[in-house]
């Protein structure tokens, strides 16, 4: 199957800091990205998806400013959590699907512990 | 909507039994399944997938049932092994979106052996 990269796989930061995670498809173009966020025991939720070249559709709740999302390439998506808190402590997964192929393939995920 | 149980349903099962977990999906309008396996610390891993134009399909010892009248997704896992422990997700694709998958709350699989 496609070969979805993700990293860094774990990242601890002081409350205030930037963080930015890179998502990158290996041997596919990826058109569409998503990222995704997951709290312990709990489901994925979507946050955003992105389309190379064009900016990022957020879901309901999730805030622009703080996730700011870029896409540049066909390989390679970054989420950057602005001025981390505590609250954003949460484990981020980015997902890749190739031009119309509706299977996703996931990145191995980013534990953000914010201190 | 967003998953805000504690704890996620638990299936225990012995090694070389089989496996059956469930999942209903909320969405008749949605096009395309998956089943996804989650390790601890690890992003989802692709199992199978079935389009709404089928009612079952087959894999390496899994299978995926479903059901549009009651909306009912199930997988079935042959000969259970240790490595089979994880969480396991459906995910539905509704006709229409950028192909965004939207999540069931998992199923935890615990196998003894």
């Known amino acids: 199957g496609a070969v979805v990269s993700q990293h860094p796989s774990r990242v601890i930061c002081k409350s205030g800091t930037s963080v930015k995670i890179e998502c990158r498809s290996l041997d596919f173009q990826a058109t569409t990205m998503f990222w995704y966020r997951q709290f312990p025991k709990q489901s994925l939720m979507l946050m955003a998806t992105s389309n190379e070249g064009s900016k990022a559709t957020y879901e309901q709740g999730v805030e622009k400013d703080k996730f700011l999302i870029n896409h540049a390439s066909l390989t390679l998506s970054t989420l950057t959590v602005t001025s981390a808190h505590p609250e954003d402590s949460s484990f981020y997964i980015c997902?890749?699907?190739?031009?119309?192929?509706?299977?996703?393939?996931f990145g191995s995920g980013t534990q953000l512990s914010v201190l | 909507g967003e998953s805000v149980g504690l704890h996620l349903p638990t299936l225990s099962v012995q090694e070389g039994d089989n496996s059956i977990i469930n999942c209903a999906y909320s969405?008749?309008?949605?096009?395309?399944f998956i089943w996804y396996k989650q390790e601890s610390g690890k992003g989802p891993q692709f199992i199978i997938d079935?389009?709404?134009?089928?009612d079952k399909r087959q894999g390496q010892r899994v299978t995926v049932l479903l059901n549009k009248t009651v909306k009912h997704l199930s997988l079935q896992i042959a000969a259970t092994q240790p490595g089979d422990s994880a969480v396991y997700f459906c995910?539905?694709?509704?006709?229409?979106?950028?192909?965004?998958?939207?999540f069931g709350k998992g199923t935890k699989l615990s196998v003894k052996p």
């Open positions: 997902s890749a699907r190739a031009w119309r192929d509706e299977k996703l393939f």
């Open positions: 969405n008749s309008a949605s096009d395309y």
């Open positions: 995910a539905e694709n509704r006709k229409g979106s950028q192909g965004n998958l939207i």
């Open positions: 079935i389009r709404s134009n089928m």
